[in-house]
T-cell receptor
Framework: DVKVTQSSRYLVKRTGEKVFLECVQDMDHENMFWYRQDPGLGLRLIYFSYDVKMKEKGDIPEGYSVSREKKERFSLILESASTNQTSMYLC????????????FGNGTRLTVT | GQNIDQPTEMTATEGAIVQINCTYQTSGFNGLFWYQQHAGEAPTFLSYNVLDGLEEKGRFSSFLSRSKGYSYLLLKELQMKDSASYLCAVSGAGSYQLTFGKGTKLSVIP
């Protein structure tokens, strides 16, 4: 069965800290994505990657960076966490092509205090 | 850019039929997805439409009209477990990106 695993379910960090959110998929998928989900705003794309070492900005990349050194792993980095980055972060992967459905991890609820 | 609209909330009765609409305006369009998301859980894939018409999958069906920028998700024989948010998402032409609507929270009542 398809599996996308996010390393933490809940995280609490302080303002200014560097934060790493890790995501691993075991399906040999080409594409990986990071979204954040906020009440009233829905799912918004932060960054995505369609190949190892490749990355593309989504709709809201400011304050974030990503790393994809291996096909199965896609990391989201908050260089200096701020309170407006408190959110639910969802990682997803897809096989390839614009008709491939996304498979989501269970999410990381990040609170920045 | 992409603009996707769907109702914020809907309520329906167990055993009934409900239709959740989604309209979109996009600069390029390839296809439209529907996802289901139960509270506190990850979204899961329900359906994908690329051609006009109705796609049926058990109790769930999804319809697309490309010329009207319109889709709907039809849920039949509603069950309590269908209480969830339903997310409409559009994939742009030649793009891996999905743009999501804000979701419709469906409450099924006895």
């Amino acid at each position: 069965d398809v599996k996308v695993t996010q390393s933490s379910r809940y995280l609490v960090k302080r303002t200014g800290e560097k934060v790493f959110l890790e995501c691993v998929q075991d399906m040999d998928h080409e594409n990986m994505f990071w979204y954040r989900q906020d009440p009233g705003l829905g799912l918004r794309l932060i960054y995505f990657s369609y190949d190892v070492k490749m990355k593309e900005k989504g709709d809201i990349p400011e304050g974030y960076s990503v790393s994809r050194e291996k096909k199965e792993r896609f990391s989201l980095i908050l260089e200096s966490a701020s309170t407006n980055q408190t959110s639910m972060y969802l990682c997803a992967s897809s096989l390839g092509g614009s008709d491939s459905p996304l498979h989501f991890g269970n999410g990381t609820r990040l609170t920045v205090t | 850019g992409q603009n996707i609209d769907q109702p914020t909330e809907m309520t329906a009765t167990e055993g009934a039929i409900v239709q959740i609409n989604c309209t979109y305006q996009t600069s390029g369009f390839n296809g439209l997805f529907w996802y289901q998301q139960h509270a506190g859980e990850a979204p899961t894939f329900l359906s994908y439409n690329v051609l006009d018409g109705l796609e049926e999958k058990g109790r769930f069906s999804s319809f697309l009209s490309r010329s009207k920028g319109y889709s709907y998700l039809l849920l039949k024989e509603l069950q309590m477990k269908d209480s969830a948010s339903y997310l409409c998402a559009v994939s742009g032409a030649g793009s891996y990106q999905l743009t999501f609507g804000k979701g419709t929270k469906l409450s099924v009542i006895p």
